[in-house]
């Protein structure tokens, strides 16, 4: 019964290879989120959708797509994977005129060999 | 548009003594504020949140924050620690205009025995 569930949980790779993580959440929210945390621990924003419509698209590389099934459920895939592109990558939701607070995954540890 | 300023990147602190960790904003309309927390190798968890009403606000795991508008400021504090608050401290804002949270930088609470 995890509220926000990310698969997988560790992901070793070769550059140049391509990825995909996966994102469930059983909340009922309506908004859901990528974000990128670094070596540093900063958190960077890099996709929401709300209700199955992206709103917030950062500034990220273009072999980063997102894909949102319906609203429980958003991707990410990444194409021709880097050395930068090794993070801790989390997925949250929130309820886009709730309460504004937003509930995490436990990450996926990405690492590009 | 939003910003948040963690003054401190570590604060290391001896167990059972007193805490305070250090949030700053910068904002030109009424803000939305949070504090969450990440122990290693773990999601993001929400502490507390302040929305409106009494501006000390009570989380979890004996935490507290003060809302401080003339200040701009939404200290964390704990009266005494244990080695379980080991983690990372990250503060965040929103707004009714931007639901997305601006996150600051995250403060290292490291606890000495």
């Known amino acids: 019964d995890t509220a926000v569930s990310q698969t997988p949980k560790y992901l070793v790779t070769q550059m140049g290879n391509d990825k995909s993580i996966k994102c469930e959440q059983n909340?009922?929210?309506?908004?859901m989120y990528w974000y990128k945390q670094d070596s540093k621990k900063f958190l960077k924003i890099m996709f929401s959708?709300?209700?199955?419509?992206?709103?917030i698209n950062e500034t990220v590389p273009n072999r980063f797509s997102p894909k949102s099934p319906d609203k429980a459920h958003l991707n990410l895939h990444i194409n021709s994977l880097e050395l930068g592109d090794s993070a801790v990558y989390f997925c949250a939701s929130s309820q886009w005129d709730g309460d504004y607070g937003y509930t995490f995954g436990s990450g996926t540890r990405l690492t590009v060999v | 548009a939003q910003s948040v300023t963690q003054l401190d990147s570590q604060v290391p602190v001896f167990e059972e003594a007193p805490v305070e960790l250090r949030c700053n904003y910068s904002s030109s309309v009424s803000v939305y504020l949070f504090w969450y927390v990440q122990y290693p190798n773990q999601g993001l968890q929400l502490l507390l949140k302040y929305l409106s009403g009494s501006t000390l606000v009570k989380g979890i795991n004996g935490f507290e924050a003060e809302f401080n508008k003339s200040q701009t400021s939404f200290h964390l504090r704990k009266p005494s620690v244990h080695i379980s608050d080991t983690a990372e401290y990250f503060c965040a804002v929103s707004t009714d205009s931007n639901y997305q949270l601006i996150w600051g930088a995250g403060t290292k609470l490291i606890i000495k025995p």
């Open positions: 909340l009922g929210h309506d908004t």
């Open positions: 959708y709300n209700n199955k419509e992206l709103i």
